[in-house]
T-cell receptor, first 110, second 112 residues
Framework: SQQGEEDPQALSIQEGENATMNCSYK?????LQWYRQNSGRGLVHLILIRSNEREKHSGRLRVTLDTSKKSSSLLITASRAADTASYFCATDKGSYKLIFGSGTRLLVRP | DAGVIQSPRHEVTEMGQEVTLRCKPISGHNSLFWYRQTMMRGLELLIYFNNNVPIDDSGMPEDRFSAKMPNASFSTLKIQPSEPRDSAVYFC??????????FGQGTRLTVV
């Protein structure tokens, strides 16, 4: 069964705009991770945030985690056409077993 | 390191045939995962190994599916007999410290 659910399912923005994707999960976690998948390719790990962290940055990526609401958000600033991909959140309850959400399809229009 | 290597990249087989998917994890990683991805069900965790031992196979859909990890550098996922509903992209992933999994490029399986 899926642990995380992303929202929205699809997002279309103009190049240069910011993109925000949300993830909700059901049970307590050790960490939450975000991945990107380009069409026809494998998933690529973007960023990990631990349960005792509230915010993390990596380049143009900003991730927040609210354990009281069991939710996380991924913000991509100054989006580029190359950011077009599907984005997935995955939860780890401490056993390294990753459960993925259904993903957000992001389209960045040039 | 070349990353997680999966073979074959594409497999087309007839219903009833045996299919074997292969995976070579990143050297030094001690956890390995098999996932299946379809449009309808998304990414499903089938089974995961830690130090070559199957830890959780609750995602394996049926007895037709089996997975092995005979050593730290090799794993197989076998489907016997295959059915059209097994058509999907199968991913192998590995992690060493839990700080992010590395995925292979996947095997696109089509059962006709």
């Amino acid at each position: 069964s899926q642990q995380g659910e992303e929202d929205p399912q699809a997002l279309s923005i103009q190049e240069g705009e910011n993109a925000t994707m949300n993830c909700s999960y059901k049970t307590s976690i050790n960490n939450l991770q975000w991945y990107r998948q380009n069409s026809g390719r494998g998933l690529v790990h973007l960023i990990l945030i631990r349960s005792n962290e509230r915010e993390k940055h990596s380049g143009r990526l900003r991730v927040t985690l609210d354990t009281s609401k069991k939710s996380s958000s991924l913000l991509i600033t100054a989006s580029r056409a190359a950011d077009t991909a599907s984005y997935f959140c995955a939860t780890d309850k401490g056993s390294y077993k990753l459960i993925f959400g259904s993903g957000t399809r992001l389209l960045v229009r040039p | 390191d070349a990353g997680v290597i999966q073979s074959p990249r594409h497999e087309v087989t007839e219903m009833g045939q045996e299919v074997t998917l292969r995976c070579k994890p990143i050297s030094g990683h001690n956890s390995l995962f098999w996932y299946r991805q379809t449009m309808m069900r998304g990414l499903e965790l089938l089974i995961y190994f830690n130090n070559n031992v199957p830890i959780d196979d609750s995602g394996m859909p049926e007895d037709r599916f089996s997975a092995k990890m005979p050593n730290a550098s090799f794993s197989t996922l076998k489907i016997q007999p295959s059915e059209p509903r097994d058509s999907a992209v199968y991913f192998c992933a590995s992690t060493g410290d839990g700080d992010g999994a590395f995925f292979g490029q996947g095997t696109r399986l089509t059962v006709v």
